[in-house]
């Protein structure tokens, strides 16, 4: 594919605070070594900061955007659709409000792998953050995923996904843009919110994915989680549409067994039962020893550039740094 850029940058917004909006956008323009564009995809929100956003790319001197601003809320799949088809090159990283590219690095550091490793989508580590709290600090969270040197195998990532829910976060990789489109499409009318939940129809379809042990994002996961609680409803009708999907592209691998055996743990209550039943899926019980006796370890920091921002106190942040 022939572009000017060497990679493109969907940002998906939906009723956005501008402080948060703005510290993804600075993250974007920090980029050094890499030529990009930036795709503002909003859904419908009743202020989408168009001024501010036009504001903040002309004091950059930056003209290669484009604002996919739309009248109605259609749902994250469908927004982030709308700005895929709107990216010029050959890969693409989407970013949500309130996450942030990790370093200046970042874009320049994942294409460069996507492209070694021709993947499809890559992935990496990512910082967990609350962007609402007081004092802002890394949230400890075990590494996800666990399995990272296994990318090479796409039979091992298969049963990552599939068997051991060892996922890397959704918020994190590039994905090589007409392939993703592909899947994009094929969520429409199916699933709304979870568009994450097409990394597992591309593991069951043994889709080249890699894995970057480095961090790429700065996830706002305190807000995410909020998110996720008010929406667990909707987000079950996605899981579902998802998990007939990769029904019907299973239907002829032993994998499928196993994988209804796991989904089935999704909705046993109680625990003892539940660990009984995972007993009986080696694959899993296999994940779960190697994991506890050998934890992957990563040292989470805030970037740089982040806590100089803070210590300048410039209203962007409203969060103090963590002693």
Same mark, same amino acid.
């Given at each position: 594919m022939n572009s000017r850029y060497d990679i493109?940058?969907?940002?998906?917004?939906?009723k956005a605070e501008w402080r948060k909006l703005k510290l993804t956008l600075l993250s974007i323009l920090m980029q050094k070594d890499?030529?990009?564009?930036?795709?503002?995809s909003d859904d419908g929100s009743s202020d989408n900061h168009r001024e501010r956003i036009e504001h903040l790319f002309l004091d950059y001197g930056f003209s290669d955007y484009k604002l996919d601003l739309h009248d109605q809320n259609q749902g994250t799949v469908k927004n982030l659709l709308s700005g895929y088809l709107l990216a010029e090159s050959e890969y693409v990283k989407d970013i949500g409000q309130g996450d942030l590219?990790?370093?200046?690095?970042?874009? $320049?550091?994942?294409?460069?792998?996507?492209? /070694? &490793? @021709?993947?499809? %989508?890559?992935?990496?580590?990512?910082?967990? =953050?609350?962007?609402?709290?007081?004092?802002?600090?890394?949230?400890?969270?075990?590494a996800v995923p666990y399995l990272a040197d296994i990318?090479?195998?796409?039979?091992?990532?298969k049963k990552a996904f599939l068997l051991n829910m060892d996922r890397p976060y959704?918020?994190?990789?590039?994905?090589?843009?007409?392939?993703?489109?592909?899947?994009?499409?094929?969520?429409?009318?199916?699933?709304v919110y979870g568009e994450d939940l097409m990394f597992d129809v591309m593991a069951?379809?043994?889709?080249?994915?890699?894995?970057?042990?480095?961090?790429?994002?700065?996830?706002?996961?305190?807000?995410?989680?909020?998110? $996720?609680?008010?929406?667990?409803?909707?987000? /079950? &009708? @996605?899981?579902? %549409?998802?998990?007939?999907m990769i029904e019907? =592209?299973?239907?002829?691998?032993p994998v499928l067994d196993k994988r209804?055996?796991?989904?089935?743990?999704?909705?046993?209550?109680?625990?003892?039962?539940?660990?009984?039943?995972?007993?009986?899926?080696?694959?899993?019980?296999?994940?779960?020893?190697?994991?506890k006796l050998h934890p992957r370890k990563k040292k989470d920091r805030l970037p740089a550039w982040l806590i100089q921002m803070m210590k300048e106190g410039n209203g962007i942040c409203d969060s103090k740094i963590a002693e």
């Open positions: 493109s940058v969907v940002v998906v917004t939906y890499v030529s990009f564009e930036i795709v503002v590219l990790y370093d200046e690095h970042t874009l $320049r550091d994942m294409l460069q792998y996507a492209k /070694e &490793k @021709d993947a499809d %989508a890559v992935f990496g580590d990512a910082v967990l =953050v609350d962007m609402d709290a007081d004092e802002l600090s890394c949230i400890s969270m075990p990318y090479d195998d796409k039979e091992k990532v959704g918020c994190t990789p590039i994905t090589r843009r007409d392939v993703f489109i592909e899947y994009l499409e094929r969520a429409c009318g199916h699933i069951a379809e043994s889709r080249k994915m890699a894995f970057l042990a480095k961090p790429v994002t700065v996830y706002d996961y305190g807000a995410r989680f909020g998110e $996720r609680t008010a929406f667990n409803e909707r987000l /079950e &009708k @996605d899981v579902r %549409a998802s998990e007939e019907t =592209v299973l239907a002829n691998d209804r055996a796991v989904v089935a743990l999704r909705y046993e209550d109680n625990r003892i039962k539940r660990v009984l039943k995972e007993c009986m899926i080696p694959d899993v019980l296999r994940f779960k020893v190697y994991r």
